[in-house]
């Protein structure tokens, strides 16, 4: 896939950057519902990020940071978006440093129905997009969305995403994305996850 970032405030992160990529989207997610459900306290949520960082998504080539503090974690089709078991195994360990009760039980819960839902069919996938708080409400969300989405209009490849927060639901929508269903990531109080499906779009 050609990505176009010239005249941008994006850059493709490089492996030494999995930190920042990680605590930028952790910062992002730090009141969301299903991640508080979870995980339960920031340094729990931190700690995932981290790891899915390191271990997954920054090594294949296509998380970005923005200038002004955001990032954004991809898949492209070609890699397996289920966590290795190395990766599974440094999750645990920093949940049990960092989390609380129960994280790791719910953690591999909802990372199982995840991959009930996640789509057979080639695609993008965008598992984690935010902004720090000082970069809010500035255009910097759209920013880092839109080169990926152009790209894979030029490509004709879909993508998919897991919104986690319905706050978030109008964002996804405006860019083209449908919902597929909606599951409960644990009890039937618990918290909504939302499977988003977007098509190519015609140039």
């Not at 729990?44 to 974690?73: K, N």
């Not at 089709?77 to 994280?103: C, D, I, N, W, Y």
Request: hydrophobic share 40%; net charge neutral; glycine share 8%.
């Amino acid at each position: 896939m050609r990505l176009d970032l010239n005249g941008t405030d994006l850059r493709l992160a490089t492996r030494p950057d999995w930190r920042t990529v990680a605590d930028i989207t952790a910062e992002a997610f730090a009141n969301d519902p299903v991640n508080n459900y979870v995980f339960g306290k920031q340094a729990s949520i931190r700690s995932m990020y981290r790891v899915m960082a390191r271990e997954m998504y920054v090594p294949p080539g296509l998380c970005h940071i923005h200038a002004a503090g955001g990032a954004t974690m991809w898949m492209p089709p070609s890699v397996e978006a289920a966590p290795s078991q190395l990766g599974l195994m440094k999750f645990a360990l920093g949940q049990l440093r960092h989390g609380t009760f129960g994280a790791i039980k719910r953690g591999l819960a909802i990372s199982e129905l995840m991959q009930k839902w996640h789509p057979k069919d080639p695609h993008y996938y965008l598992f984690a997009i935010g902004t720090t708080q000082s970069a809010r409400g500035k255009g910097v969300g759209k920013a880092l969305l839109r080169p990926m989405l152009e790209a894979c209009d030029a490509a004709k490849m879909p993508v998919y995403l897991e919104n986690s927060n319905p706050d978030n639901t109008g964002f996804y929508t405006a860019h083209g994305f449908e919902r597929m269903g909606l599951f409960n990531v644990g009890d039937d109080d618990s918290p909504i996850m939302e499977p988003m499906w977007r098509e190519p779009k015609e140039l």
